[in-house]
């Protein structure tokens, strides 16, 4: 069974560095196809997908947030970290981590992203 | 930036045929995921693969492919269905995942 779990604060100040931590269990890292990313949700707004990090270690960051986004992983311990520098209040969202399988479909040349389990959930606050 | 559409809303009568649509320029090259978000919860996949059910999830729920949209089928809606419902497919590169803007299923 395949669970994850992300960890991290719950109120960071404007211009501070947040730090989130997924935590997961049930699978390898390190199997072909298999990755871990980072979706946030501001309220009552849409999933935003942040970042993602392959059991190769490619990275795929969303453009729009490259410069601000760090993902990293740890394959000994089981743990993802996403680091998200510049902290602001629009920044303030339930930050979820999923367990993803990205596969090159041969046919197209493009990958397949399928993010099959989620974390519950943390929920950021950006305010000073 | 590559974007799929949604519409913000769709409203259906208990029993009915919803239908929810995805669209976007590259959805005929790539497949599409739907995802179920009830209040407060994290999402589920409902449909993978345009078309492919994930064990687990009620029959009622189907899904289809034509061209630039993919839709979101649920059959004999019920109560428990009112939730949002968000696309994902990938950039028009096939590089990295995108999500749409989601759409409110309300059971009238």
């Known amino acids: 069974q395949i669970t994850l779990k992300e960890s991290g604060p719950t109120l960071v100040k404007p211009t501070q560095t947040l730090t989130l931590t997924c935590t997961f269990t049930?699978?390898?890292?390190?199997?072909?196809?298999?990755?871990v990313g980072w979706i946030r949700q501001p309220p009552g707004k849409a999933l935003e997908w942040l970042a993602l990090i392959s059991w190769n270690d490619d990275k795929r960051y969303r453009p729009s947030l490259k410069s601000r986004l760090t993902i990293t992983k740890d394959t000994s311990t089981n743990r993802v970290v996403l680091t998200m520098t510049n902290m602001d209040p629009v920044d303030t969202a339930t930050y979820y981590c999923a367990h993803t399988l990205r596969e090159l479909e041969l046919s197209s040349g493009y990958y397949y992203h399928h993010m099959d389990v989620w974390g519950s959930g943390t929920t950021v606050t950006v305010s000073s | 930036s590559y974007e799929l559409t949604q519409p913000p809303s769709v409203s259906v009568s208990p029993g009915q045929t919803a239908r929810i649509t995805c669209s976007g320029d590259a959805l005929p090259k790539q497949y599409a995921d739907w995802y179920q978000q009830r209040p407060g919860q994290a999402p589920v996949v409902v449909i993978y693969k345009d078309t492919e059910r994930p064990s687990g999830i009620p029959e009622r729920f189907s899904g289809s492919s034509s061209g630039t949209i993919v839709t979101l089928i649920i059959s004999g809606v019920q109560a428990e269905d009112e939730a949002d419902y968000y696309c994902q497919s990938a950039d028009s590169g096939g590089t990295y995942p995108v999500f749409g803007g989601g759409t409110k299923l309300t059971v009238l």
């Open positions: 049930g699978f390898s890292l390190s199997t072909t196809a298999v990755a």
